[in-house]
């Protein structure tokens, strides 16, 4: 519980940090990529929209660039819950308060960083860009070096949570991102840090669908285990 509550408040700290003081303030801010080298501006009059960004790995395994819409009023309501929540160790408020980040949270483009080469090849050989990163549909972005990126676009749906107000400023930072991604710029790719990069599982136990135990003990047994971890809250994790 320390881990999924240590992780919720970083969340909402970088969310909060990230775009709540600068669209109090009206002013432009950046959102920098440094492990897929992309930066992107967001101007003074898109500031108060609630866009943010963020780094993960796409559906092949590729790092990428993320923008997401991430309405303020409901993230910082949720911070003042936060510390009550986790004085009272409920592990189902947690649970709970982690479900209504996510209808707050919403999913607006992904920039996949693929090799250049590797790349070149796969399209060669037949391979679509939307297939190297695991999407419907994906189109090229651009080249940085040895680089090359894939965008993919993904349609902002409302969540049950969300009221007119916020809806309509989902809708507005939807519509804003084909124009906040021209103001791109290519910078150095960083690469990922070793430290925290897992090595090995570690032992455990659960239950697959249909009730049966399940242990580490999984991996010896096949050639080959493919193990998704993902949470009922993730909205992309269930589209997948």
Request: charged share 20%; with cysteine; aromatic share 8%.
């Amino acid at each position: 519980m320390k881990k999924l509550a240590k992780s919720v408040s970083l969340l909402l700290a970088l969310l909060l940090a990230a775009c709540g003081a600068l669209a109090e303030s009206g002013e432009s801010y950046p959102i920098e990529s440094p492990y897929t080298g992309l930066r992107v501006t967001v101007d003074a009059e898109h500031a108060d929209l609630g866009i943010v960004g963020g780094e993960s790995l796409d559906a092949m395994g590729n790092v990428c660039f993320d923008l997401y819409f991430a309405y303020m009023p409901a993230l910082e309501a949720l911070e003042q819950q936060l510390d009550a929540v986790l004085e009272s160790g409920d592990q189902d408020q947690l649970n709970a308060l982690v479900e209504e980040y996510y209808q707050h949270v919403v999913w607006l483009a992904s920039v996949s960083l693929l090799d250049k080469a590797d790349s070149d090849a796969q399209l060669a050989a037949g391979t679509t860009l939307a297939e190297q990163i695991g999407a419907e549909e994906a189109e090229a972005f651009g080249e940085n070096g040895e680089y090359a990126y894939a965008l993919q676009t993904i349609a902002a749906e409302p969540t049950e949570s969300m009221d007119e107000e916020e809806i309509a400023q989902l809708n507005a930072a939807a519509a804003y991102v084909p124009e906040l991604l021209k103001t791109v710029e290519f910078i150095d790719v960083e690469p990922l840090p070793e430290e925290g990069k897992i090595t090995e599982i570690a032992p455990f136990t659960t239950t697959d669908l249909d009730g049966n135990e399940v242990t580490n003990a999984i991996f010896g047994e096949k050639d080959l285990t493919v193990v998704n971890f993902w949470g009922t809250f993730c909205g992309p994790c269930i589209n997948e």
